[in-house]
């Protein structure tokens, strides 16, 4: 899927277009070099269009006749990209009313409103995926960026190739989510695969540096330089190369991607492909992972600056071994995908065994009918009471287990078996998470017997959770926890009020 992308990707041309066009004339225009295959527009600071021709060959076609531009006060550097602009040599074309697709989710208050329409907790989970996953223009545009970006890293390595990972392809992508970019230079360092006869074996002369991550550091080093220097509409270039991942952080102006490009992080593409199995295996997965991240979101328990919180990556694991314990099982544990895995999928990344089964055909469906209604309560109920201090969670063998360190939250990086991958999550942080979610649980527990009617236009349900806690909501739960908690008090002390009058009498009566 990921080379059927990359190849239309290659075919495509990202064109700033001036307001006022006609889009017949420009496909007319564009059609002198060569039929195109499909297009698109959308607007972010300006009006764009996505077109992509049927041949390869005409994209060299467009940019031969494409000039560089001719600036009265600043020079250009001349770096002939697929991103280009359309100029009107006069302005009397008339204007056309151009459908432009939409490349953001839904506002809150547009979203709350249809999630108060909704008529029962799953249709609100299934509104809310579809109103906030990526589009098919909207994954398109992520190939060509990467596309994009894959032309400036070849200037330097002819060979490379730029994959997206993440969220943009794992299938739990949100509009507006974060482009994340792998560059892949196994073809550079693998070419001569084919086999010299004779004595002889030629190698390249090249630089060599003490270590892997040396290396990493240098190439994207350069990379983030020739992106900051000759990258159109490539800005706020960040290297942040001491990281554990070194990376280049930018902004992607035209797309209005946030990019990180990274190299080296091979277990990062299979997580996504795991990721993406998981999501495609049941649809409740990807329904149930979206309202969580969304929840996580609405309670700044997720953030976009890296932190103490919990991460959208750390919190998919969650559900997803949520869904390995409810009984039956909704999701297979991935020891179980090891084990249907065949010759083809073996997989081994820097010593780890990365293996499990890629055909989806042969991971048998679950037999577990439960609503998302049902699931989204029990997670709440599920994670409100998980042990946390002293087990972990594990995607591999799908149960708890104790916990190896003392981190407060520990999930089992499933590729990297020794490794937490929420070890930056602090004590606060995961405590605001459990009172979240019994806050929730109780919510939705107490809708049970009196939901709000949809014509009394009461946030209900999944919107009602994702109200920001209100300190009288979060005081109603509180005082509610507290009140139980009184009660059992009492209810201890009247059980050891018993207890003494009838070992008195019974004292008494021997
Ligand atoms: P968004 O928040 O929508 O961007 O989700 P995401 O899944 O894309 O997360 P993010 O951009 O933070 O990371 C991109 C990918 O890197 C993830 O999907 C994982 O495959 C991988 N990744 C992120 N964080 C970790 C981590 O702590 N450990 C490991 N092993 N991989 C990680
Ligand atoms: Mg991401």
Not at 168 to 184: A, I, Q, R
Not at 486 to 505: D, G, I
Request: proline share 5%; glycine share 4%.
């Amino acid at each position: 899927m990921q080379n059927e992308r990359r190849e239309q990707a290659q075919r495509t041309v990202l064109i700033h277009c001036p307001e006022k066009i006609s889009e017949n004339k420009f496909l007319k225009y564009l059609s002198q070099h060569g039929p195109i295959n499909n297009h698109f527009f959308y607007e972010s600071f300006g009006l764009y269009a996505v077109v992509e021709f049927c041949r390869k060959e005409s994209v060299g076609s467009l940019q031969n006749g494409t000039q560089t531009p001719n600036m009265a006060m600043e020079t250009a550097i001349p770096f002939r990209s697929r991103f280009l602009s359309l100029k009107l040599k006069n302005q009397t074309s008339k204007q056309s009313c151009i459908q432009s697709s939409n490349q953001l989710p839904p506002s809150n208050r547009k979203l709350f409103e249809l999630l108060c329409y909704a008529e029962s907790i799953d249709d609100q989970l299934n509104t809310l995926l579809k109103e906030f996953q990526l589009t098919e223009e909207n994954t398109k545009l992520r190939y060509l960026t990467c596309s994009l970006i894959e032309d400036i890293a070849a200037a330097y390595f002819p060979d490379c190739v730029v994959r997206p990972f993440g969220s943009s392809v794992n299938t739990f992508g949100k509009l507006g989510c974060d482009l994340d970019m792998f560059l892949d230079l196994d073809e550079t360092r693998n070419l001569s695969t084919h086999k010299t006869s004779g004595n002889f074996l030629m190698e390249f002369q090249v630089k060599n540096v003490p270590s892997e991550r040396i290396a990493t550091q240098k190439i994207l080093s350069v990379i983030g330089e020739c992106l900051d220097h000759f990258g159109p509409g490539c800005v706020g270039v960040q290297k942040i190369l001491n990281a554990r991942c070194p990376l280049v952080r930018f902004s992607h102006q035209a797309s209005g991607f946030q990019c990180d490009l990274t190299t080296n992080n091979k277990i990062a593409l299979t997580s996504s492909e795991l990721l993406y199995i998981y999501g495609t295996l049941d649809s409740r997965v990807r329904a149930l992972v979206f309202g969580i991240r969304c929840w996580a979101r609405a309670h700044s328990l997720t953030s976009s600056i890296p932190g103490a919180w919990i991460t959208n990556f750390s919190l998919t694991m969650m559900v997803i071994f949520f869904l390995q314990r409810r009984s039956p099982p909704i999701l297979p544990t991935l020891d179980s995908l090891k084990t249907l895995a065949d010759a083809e999928d073996k997989c081994i990344i820097e010593g780890n065994n990365c293996t499990f089964v890629h055909d989806l055909n042969r991971i048998k469906p679950s037999g577990n009918t439960e609503t998302l209604e049902l699931l989204l309560k029990e997670f709440f109920e599920y994670f409100g009471n998980f042990a946390f201090n002293k087990n972990s969670i594990n995607i591999r063998q799908g149960r708890e287990q104790n916990k190896p360190d003392s981190s407060p939250l520990y999930i089992q990086n499933p590729f990297e078996t020794s490794l937490n991958i929420s070890k930056n999550v602090s004590q606060s942080q995961l405590q605001k998470f459990v009172d979240l979610a019994q806050e929730s649980a109780w919510i939705l527990q107490q809708e049970d017997t009196h939901r709000p009617s949809v014509s009394s236009n009461q946030p209900w349900g999944l919107a009602a959770v994702l109200l920001p806690s209100v300190p009288n909501r979060g005081s109603l739960t509180k005082k509610k926890r507290k009140r139980s908690a009184n009660e059992r008090v009492k209810n201890l002390l009247e059980s050891l009020k018993s207890n003494r009058t009838a070992n008195f009498t019974e004292t008494n009566e021997k």
